[in-house]
């Protein structure tokens, strides 16, 4: 069985890995926001090579605030946002938190665009907090 797996919301495209995430930020970017409609994203980050990915995504590609671009891997049927790759970040993939079946495993460790978070969203005290993303 995998350490981590999970699903779009109708089930048509799904994803597992036998490796924990290498880390899991809190997105505050106008980006993520937008993609979402929520506050800010949960993105876990895993190797490319560590996730296997059943069923076929349509994906959107935009220049991101950073300037990099990226591209968003969605269900084309139920339309939920699974998979992000980053030009800055080659050889990795950022899942959507949500759609982890072990929620015991997502497991934020910072805040990361804070700069352009929502001003009444509150941060948890305890994880760091960056105006952008740290590199890699």
């Known amino acids: 069985m995998a ?3 999970g699903k779009c919301l109708c089930g ?3 994803y597992e890995s036998d490796n924990e995430p290498m880390f899991t930020a809190n997105c505050h970017c106008s980006d993520c926001r937008a993609a ?3 506050a800010y994203s949960t993105l876990s980050f895993f190797k490319s090579d560590d996730v296997k990915i059943s069923g076929e995504t349509k994906s959107y590609q935009h220049v ?3 300037g990099s671009q990226m591209i968003k891997r969605f269900c084309p ?4 946002q699974l998979f992000g790759e980053n030009s800055a ?3 990795m993939i950022s899942v959507r938190a949500g759609t982890i079946d072990q929620v015991e495993m997502v497991k934020p460790a910072r805040n990361v665009y804070c700069g352009s978070k929502i001003p ?3 941060l948890d005290p305890e994880l760091p907090a960056s105006e952008k993303m740290p590199e890699a």
């Open 3 to 5: 350490t981590i797996s």
């Open 12 to 14: 048509g495209i799904s």
């Open 36 to 38: 979402t409609g929520a």
């Open 64 to 66: 991101a605030d950073s």
């Open 77 to 80: 049927n139920c339309g939920s």
């Open 89 to 91: 970040r080659e050889g």
């Open 120 to 122: 009444s969203t509150p």
